[in-house]
């Protein structure tokens, strides 16, 4: 996150630093310990120099990568109503 350290750091940024962050503890390069103390700190950074160090011991993670799917598409019909030719569907 190259930046200004002394710069006030947006609601933005921390939620960026947060989802990197997420994205590590998935990963195994964070304990939840670990994991949960940075979170804490990201949410409470007053710089973006407060939220570089943050991640100063970890890899670059391209977030855009990580996108899940929408999981919209694959939700059964409401209420239960499955069609007769639905995948897993028992007759």
Known sequence: MPSEPQFRASD????????LLQ????AGRLTAEEFAERME???CAR??????????????VDVR???LPDASL???PAQGLLPADWPGRRP
């Open 12 to 19: 933005a940024d921390r939620d960026h630093v947060a989802s």
């Open 23 to 26: 994205e590590h503890h998935a």
């Open 41 to 43: 700190a990201a949410l």
């Open 47 to 60: 710089t973006l120099g407060e939220l570089d160090d943050l991640l100063a011991d970890l890899p670059h």
């Open 65 to 67: 990568r990580y996108s």
């Open 74 to 76: 694959h939700r059964p």
